[in-house]
């Protein structure tokens, strides 16, 4: 039987989806139990968390987790990658959060594929990884929310192996602080990347958002990753592989035509 | 390495394009938190036997509507203590309708006859289902008195 599932882990909420008829008992179980431990592990609001015992200088790395070493090692990597615009260390702290999330759902996914799921949808707090489809020869559907208005969506995307992440102050307010200038960052209201892996495509939606302007060249120079904007006047914009949809039947007109207001 | 990437994105200016279309403007500014049905909130079911020294029971807090579906939770206190925290009624119970409604303006007609023969299995973008969790679960707390 396909299950769906809701839970708040990491004090947001998660959602695993397996579509196959055959879900192997205790499946969906294990997937939450290493969520908890990943964030037993790496929150910044426990103060037993390695990752805080790291930051009162109780544990060093050698004596760390090798998932910790792991995750510490892909944040310097994509820090690398992004200029800067993505931190694990965003206040002088250790806080490898900004990578934690999308590393976890790459986790979950994983867990799903090796026990031989074929059609499943993890989404982390509205970062999501699907594969497969929804339904024999129906492609999962992923809405990209209106950044203004919860009950809207901006952009329906169709896929069957996808990762899709989008940055957005407009749930906390102005969180995302540009690590080059220490400032908030105030270019866009959402961000979205989609690509093959949810790592990146958080970082580079976490990068993107803080880049600004050039935030969309930016994911557009990286292979195989594509970028979708909304910025402060409600002014949509995406590269040129951002993800087409099939055309329902008796609509001829393109769907990326520019609208004038 | 800005500037590195500078020269990257310089290579690539060649062959990327980007496309700007204006996303439906807001109808009323931001939208409130999860709205609070009209339907009156559960009622308390006391445990059997409640302890002199805290509350027990099991106390359902009002239902949250998101647009995935509905939110509740339920908080079971012994002694005043909660011992656990559930969700009874799930969201993602794909509303089909709403979002047909939901998706406005009219640039984005295309997306919303697509949404009518198909509707969706997931939102991206920042989380809020949580504050609908919350606020399910403060309100099961204010039931018990405990808030």
Redesign the interface.
Known sequence: MPV?????VM???W?V?VRDERVPPGLIEALYADLEWVDRTFSTFRADSEIERLNRGELDLEGASPEVREVLELSDAHS?MT??CFSARPSGRLDPSGLVKGWAIARAARLLLEAGCESY?V?G????V?RGG?AAG?L?????????????????IEASDLA?????????GPHLIDP?SGRPADGWL?F?VVGPDIVAADVFATAGFVMGA?G???V??RPGYDAYA?DR????????GFPR?PE?AG?A?P?????E? | MKRAMSALVATVAGVVWVVTYKVSPPTSGLASVAKPRSSPPAAASPAPAPSPTGKSGTFTGQDEQTIYGDTQVQVVLVDGKITSVKTVQLPYDRPESQYISSVAGPQLQQEAVQAQSANIDVISGATYTSEAFAASLQDALHQAGLD
């Not at chain 1, 559907?141 to 209106?146: E, K, P, Q, S, V």
């Not at chain 1, 006047?233 to 040129?240: A, F, H, N, Q, R």
């Open positions: 769906r599932t809701v839970r708040d004090g947001m909420p959602t989806e690398d200029g800067g949808l989404d707090a509205g970062d999501v699907v929804r129906a999962w559907r992923i809405g990209i929310r209106h950044p203004l208005e919860r009950d809207k969506v901006a952009r329906v899709v992440a989008t940055s957005g102050t407009y749930e906390k080059r959402s979205t050039d969309l060249e930016f557009a120079s909304i006047d409600l002014v949509g914009s995406w590269t040129s949809r329902p609509l007109a769907y990326f035509k520019t609208v207001q």
